[in-house]
């Protein structure tokens, strides 16, 4: 049974930090690249950073050179680091494996709200 559990979400002021944790079971976590989406009040899930098996990372253009995903392997984690948040990156967060499209594993979500 695949199960992915996030963490680390809160409320933050603007231009504060959040750092996302997503620890997965029950899948061979190294073989699969990883995602974070995010879904905000009335809008369409968006796909936010990805992360390789090797470790290649791509970032949605809203949050490159503020959001960095990392993976630790040995710890079946994958971590979503947010700085310099703005009120439009207010969201649930979802961790996600990346081998198929959509993706077939989903976290429950973490709420993210960032106050102006």
């Known amino acids: 049974q695949v199960q992915l559990v996030e963490s680390g979400g809160g409320l933050v002021q603007t231009g504060g930090s959040l750092r996302l944790s997503c620890a997965a079971s029950?899948?061979?976590?190294?073989?699969?690249?990883m995602s974070w989406y995010r879904r905000a009040p009335g809008k369409q899930r968006e796909l936010v950073a990805t992360i390789t098996i090797g470790g290649s990372t791509n970032y949605a253009d809203a949050v490159k050179g503020r959001f960095t995903i990392s993976r630790d392997n040995a710890k079946n984690t994958v971590v979503l680091q947010m700085n310099d948040l703005k009120p439009e990156d207010t969201a649930v967060y979802y961790c996600a494996t990346a081998r198929f499209m959509p993706p077939v594993h989903w976290g429950q979500g973490t709420q993210v709200t960032v106050s102006s």
């Open positions: 029950g899948i061979m976590f190294s073989s699969y690249p």
